[in-house]
């Protein structure tokens, strides 16, 4: 039996593979933690085996044993992945028990590659089913082991003796031990090469389809379970999401100048207050989508800029979009619908990220559609209205609207501190008893007040601002995010917001010290991984091709307009005017690529005349040696046999016979060779004069003498005119 | 040597390599076909682990300073080392480099089932700065005499992850010369037969085997005074020695054999010359002066080293001639000598023991 080479190293370095090959694994629900738990076990009893010395190699009857037990576990996955329409994990635990079983039953050299495909396949569907960022870390982690347990087989494997070529049979005597040698440079700079190398590789590889994810969602998995977007919300949207952090959204302004001082996102608005809840009438119409896929909200409205918004999945149909949107897309959408408040709602619930682009103005855009349901007076009790009428006082609508929010601003405070309270008539008790309460509250009152006094009002939840990511620009809004507000009508002023909450008890932009940076960084890695790994497809290949095409295109028109001692070319302006139009490039951009171009040609010089320095420096004068080899290859190139047992001398004699004219020549070669490498005496500088004239003397008598034959093998060649003398 | 005479071997695959390739492939059309990312992600990884490797592994063998030499004497049939130095001329270090002489690297061909001859393996050599040299040797074994020649030794080197063979040729131009097969003397020699020639041939002389021990008589010389048995007898004595001219043997080597077509014809040549040698060599190690004469070649008496050296350059490079009937002599055939031939396509050795006899020898 050809037992293994350098065995229990081996072994043991197979069981640390395949250990961490299935860590992911139930991380993606893909297989149980027990069943891992279980292989787990297994493999570390293994390796702990090996490395006490002891037998690990089980009986075949133990094999069969285990076979014959894992049979009905086998086929009752089956019978579960029939049921459920799936069999992954009814694969993935048939792989694990054959990895584990095949780690117990090594015992050959070529059988440790059965167990390396296992392995590989295990990684491969724990890279398959995986979509957290972690999984890059298991990655890393998972390449350096594998190149250290290649780089260890290798060696291995040329210590044993396997590397001569030979088929001969290995002889019976134990391996001897491996010689040491460090490997933490070559696994060290492979693990480096081979990340640094695999990001082109997996940007440049081809596709075909759109990214599949497999439990896609916050890149985690999961589904946001945001409330306060549905057709109907209790009061307790804030209560319940205050405090949490996870991202609803990510917001980047293509010119941060023109980011408004207040971000606002509009997600529902609603009409009916009844039961403690507030309800949306039905769609109170939809946006039809132009040609182009692009969805516009108003037609008379000049954009300012362009804003990139990437929505996580949340358990609603809620578009979530800055009030100044003025148009939205291209989208893939065949329509989008609109409440009554003007907030948009999708066809369906997404169940992965969506990433839109759109259009906004400096004035708010998106504003309620009618009147139908603003002015509903269910659930206004008499006590509100009379306070309404109170504070309201006399005046335009306009005017009572400033007064009902500047009373709930001045009067009442912002708490989220509700022990105590029964809860059966949430607004009285706010307004009549404790004089605190949520944004909710504040803007529910705000609008009941607002509709006893016969002034058109909407309840609209969304997102109050956002906390900017300093690494990559774009603005995080959280769940911590989540407000409500109010519209009102006025017919001197129109739709416009207003907002009861006190500052104190709005959401803010976030922290900005040293402690929040953490979060930023990872929820930047976080969405890095999303939008360029999870997300990458096609387009993004198609995207990344033509920003580099035009990107050269830009610079190669700058340079050519440098080099010409012009301005650079305006870039053309596409049709139509807007933010999404490429603007001119400035001075700025000009000097920037002449500074590229300069600095690029400049380190080219440098290292040009680097590379020639060296080239010079380490040059060294060519020795009466070269001169004697070059010598013996001319000779050969004229047709005389110069085998490599003939001396000096008689290489000497075969030279005068071939090159007459140059027999001085070739003499003070020879002798200048011989002092040099037979008498000890190295070439001084008189004698390198010498030596440089003979070689260039005979360089010269080996040219005439190759015309020459050249010449005598064209008989119709012009023969050179005999001289007088001779 | 010129760098420009270093040439790459390419590159093979492993039987690793070949299937790392397949999974690759399959990993890639499992990605194509399902869109899945986190699939992409690993054949991404798993292909620049190829990339790395091919160009990793492409670097480990070039750059480097190469040289061979040979021992002073290589016998056929038996290994021989030869001294290695392989030194790194580049700014990275190496590892797993196999130093080796392919068959195809030898002149003259040998038929042989390995590919390699002879490998040694460094499975770490340091940067410039570090220690760059490595010395190690190559045990080669030559089965024929004759001039052999080592034209380049190749390097190759599984490093990184055993999924390439990258190899590069680097010329050496080694020329040896392989002497003729020496059998164990005790093949030629009977086990009792110790001492060369018999009691008759001894003859007092200068030479430099100790021939007796006697009392001291007027007229010696003081130099040949033993002077241990002297001081254990208590009386003086001196050492008497034997004469080298007393101990001579003339080997003739009648090569004009004719063409030897038949495989067996040349392997009774080539155990002849064997045996002529084992008996050339035995005699000098001995103290004898070895003459040899071939149809080439005569060489006079002589003993020691140098000798023996010539005697076997001479054998290993002798060649079948054609048959003659002029009849090959010794140098003085008063000598007593050995006489080699092919006698109707059988070796015969026949001895002549003119003057005495050749101790020992068969």
């Given at each position: 039996m050809n037992e293994?080479?350098?065995?229990?190293?081996?072994?043991?370095?197979?069981?640390?593979?395949?250990?961490?090959?299935?860590?992911?694994l139930p991380f993606n629900q893909a297989v149980q933690w027990w069943y891992l738990g279980l292989f787990a076990i297994a493999v570390i009893y293994f390796i702990q085996r090996v490395e006490q010395g002891l037998p690990t190699v089980l009986p075949m009857w133990a094999l069969n044993m285990l076979g014959l037990i894992y049979m009905p576990i086998f086929l009752s996955d089956v019978w579960l992945g029939i049921r459920r329409g799936s069999f992954i994990e009814a694969l993935l635990r048939l792989l694990l028990f054959l990895l584990a079983v095949k780690l117990w039953a090594l015992r050959r050299e070529r059988e440790k590659w059965h167990v390396m495909i296992a392995v590989f396949f295990v990684f491969a569907a724990s890279m398959a089913t995986s979509s957290h960022l972690t999984i890059a870390l298991y990655l890393v982690a998972f390449i350096s082991l594998a190149i250290y347990t290649l780089?260890?087989?290798?060696?291995?494997?040329?210590?044993?003796?396997?590397?001569?070529?030979?088929?001969?049979?290995?002889?019976?005597?134990?391996?001897?031990?491996?010689?040491?040698?460090?490997?933490?440079?070559?696994?060290?700079?492979?693990?480096?090469?081979?990340?640094m190398v695999s990001v082109p590789i997996f940007a440049l590889m081809p596709r075909v389809r759109d990214p599949f994810i497999f439990g896609r969602g916050v890149s985690a998995g999961d589904t946001l379970r945001t409330t306060g977007f549905s057709d109907s919300v209790d009061l307790e949207l804030t209560t319940s999401i205050r405090g949490n952090r996870q991202i609803v959204m990510r917001v980047r302004y293509e010119d941060p100048s023109a980011r408004p001082a207040e971000l606002r996102f509009k997600g529902a608005a609603y009409d009916r207050y009844e039961n403690r809840r507030w309800h949306r009438l039905p769609e109170a119409g939809a946006t039809q989508r132009s040609t182009d896929g692009v969805f516009v909200f108003a037609d008379d409205v000049s954009a300012r800029t362009t804003v990139e918004i990437f929505q996580e999945p949340m358990a609603s149909r809620a578009l979530?979009?800055?009030?100044?949107?003025?148009?939205?897309g291209p989208v893939p959408l065949p329509r989008i619908e609109k409440d009554g408040g003007g907030a948009l709602i999708l066809p369906m619930q997404p169940s992965e990220m969506i990433s839109f682009e759109v259009a906004v103005a400096d004035t708010a855009v998106l504003r309620p559609v009618g009147f139908e349901g603003a002015l509903d007076l269910t659930g206004i009790t008499p006590r509100v209205a009379e306070l309404a009428t109170e504070v309201a006082g006399e005046g335009s609508d306009a005017e009572k609207?400033?007064?009902?929010?500047?009373?709930?601003?001045?009067?009442?405070?912002?708490t989220l501190d509700f022990v105590g309270r029964s809860g059966q008539q949430p607004i009285e008790e706010f307004l009549f008893e404790y004089g605190s309460g949520h944004c909710e509250l504040f803007a529910s009152s705000m609008v009941l007040m607002l509709r006893s006094q016969g002034i058109p009002a909407r309840l609209v939840t969304g997102f109050l601002?956002?906390?900017?990511?300093?690494?990559?620009?774009?603005?995080?809004?959280?769940?911590?995010?989540?407000?409500?507000?109010?519209?009102?009508?006025?017919p001197s002023t129109g739709w416009r917001s207003y907002d009861p909450t006190p500052p104190e008890g709005r959401p803010g932009e976030g922290g900005r010290d040293l402690l929040s940076l953490i979060p930023q960084v990872w929820d930047y890695l976080m969405f890095r991984w999303d939008r360029w790994v999870l997300s990458y497809g096609a387009e993004d290949q198609q995207g990344i091709v033509e920003s580099l095409r035009e990107r050269i295109a830009g610079w190669w028109s700058d340079f050519a307009a440098w080099l010409e001692g012009e301005e650079a070319p305006e870039s053309p302006m596409p049709g139509g005017e807007g933010p999404e139009l490429a603007s001119p490039p400035t001075d700025r951009q000009t000097m920037t690529a002449r500074g590229v171009a300069v600095v690029i040609l400049v380190a080219m010089a440098v290292s040009a005349a680097v590379a020639l320095i060296v080239w010079w420096l380490r040059r060294r004068p060519p020795t009466a040696a070269d001169g004697y080899r070059i010598l013996r290859e001319q000779l050969r190139a004229l047709g005389a046999e110069i085998p490599t047992s003939l001396g000096p001398r008689a290489v000497e004699n075969v030279a005068l016979e071939t090159l007459p004219s140059a027999a001085s020549a070739v003499r003070r070669l020879t002798a200048l060779y011989l002092d040099e490498s037979f008498a000890d005496r190295p070439i001084e500088e008189a004698a390198r004069v010498e030596l440089d004239d003979a070689r260039r003397q005979i360089a010269q008598a080996v040219r005439e003498e190759l015309r020459e034959r050249r010449r005598a093998r064209r008989p119709w060649a012009r023969r050179p005119k005999p001289s007088p003398a001779g | 040597m010129s760098r420009s005479a270093v040439r790459s071997d390419g590159m093979r695959v492993t039987r690793v390599g070949v299937w790392t390739l397949i999974f690759s492939v399959l990993l890639l059309v499992a990605a194509t076909n399902t869109g899945n990312n986190g699939l992409y992600l690993a054949v991404a990884t798993i292909g620049a682990v190829l990339v790395v490797s091919h160009i990793i592994g492409g670097r480990n063998v070039r750059g480097l300073q190469v040289a061979i030499e040979a021992p002073d004497e290589i016998y056929a049939n038996r290994p021989c080392q030869l001294d290695l130095e392989v030194e790194n001329r580049g700014w990275l270090p190496r590892w797993l480099l196999l130093l080796s002489v392919e068959r195809v690297d030898i002149e003259p061909p040998s038929k042989s089932s390995r590919r390699r001859a002879a490998s040694f393996l460094v499975p770490y050599l340091q940067a410039r700065g570090g220690r760059v040299r490595q010395t190690g040797y190559l045990?080669?074994?030559?089965?024929?005499?004759g001039r052999w020649r080592i034209r380049r030794i190749h390097v190759s080197s599984l490093f990184p992850l055993g999924l390439f063979y990258k190899g590069c040729r680097y010329p050496v131009d080694l020329e040896m010369l392989v002497y003729p097969e020496i059998y164990p003397a005790s093949e030629l020699r009977p086990a009792n037969a110790t001492l060369a020639g018999d009691d008759t041939s001894r003859q007092i002389g200068r030479g430099h085997d100790l021939l007796s021990l006697?009392?001291?008589?007027?007229?010696?010389?003081?130099?040949?005074?033993?002077w241990k048995q002297t001081a254990r007898i208590g009386e003086l004595i001196v050492k008497e020695r034997e004469a080298d001219e007393g101990r001579r043997l003339s080997i003739v080597f009648d090569n004009a054999v004719g063409e030897l077509e038949h495989p067996a014809d040349r392997a009774r040549f080539e155990k002849l010359i064997s045996e002529a040698a084992t008996a050339a060599v035995d005699h000098l190690t001995r103290g004898f002066?070895?003459?040899?004469?071939?149809?080439?070649?005569?060489?006079?008496?002589?003993?020691?080293?140098?000798?023996?050296?010539?005697?076997?350059?001479?054998?290993?490079?002798?060649?079948?001639?054609?048959?003659?009937?002029?009849?090959?002599?010794?140098?003085?055939?008063?000598?007593?000598?050995?006489?080699?031939?092919?006698?109707?396509?059988?070796?015969?050795?026949?001895v002549d023991k003119t003057r005495s006899t050749i101790g020992g020898l068969l």
């Open positions: 293994m080479s350098f065995d229990r190293e081996k072994r043991t370095l197979l069981g640390y593979l395949a250990l961490l090959a299935a860590v992911p780089l260890r087989f290798a060696h291995w494997y040329l210590e044993a003796g396997f590397g001569d070529g030979s088929k001969r049979k290995r002889s019976s005597a134990p391996a001897p031990r491996p010689r040491k040698v460090s490997w933490t440079v070559p696994l060290t700079v492979g693990t480096l090469l081979v990340l979530l979009l800055p009030l100044e949107t003025v148009r939205l609207i400033v007064a009902i929010e500047r009373h709930l601003l001045g009067e009442y405070g912002y601002g956002g906390e900017r990511n300093p690494l990559e620009g774009y603005i995080a809004v959280r769940q911590d995010n989540a407000h409500a507000w109010v519209e009102a009508y006025a | 045990e080669l074994l030559m089965r024929r005499r006697r009392p001291f008589r007027p007229g010696d010389d003081p130099r040949a005074i033993h002066q070895v003459a040899l004469t071939t149809r080439d070649d005569r060489l006079p008496f002589a003993g020691g080293r140098r000798q023996r050296l010539a005697i076997l350059e001479t054998l290993a490079l002798l060649e079948p001639r054609a048959r003659t009937d002029r009849p090959l002599t010794p140098r003085d055939p008063r000598e007593p000598h050995l006489r080699l031939a092919l006698a109707a396509g059988q070796p015969s050795i026949t």
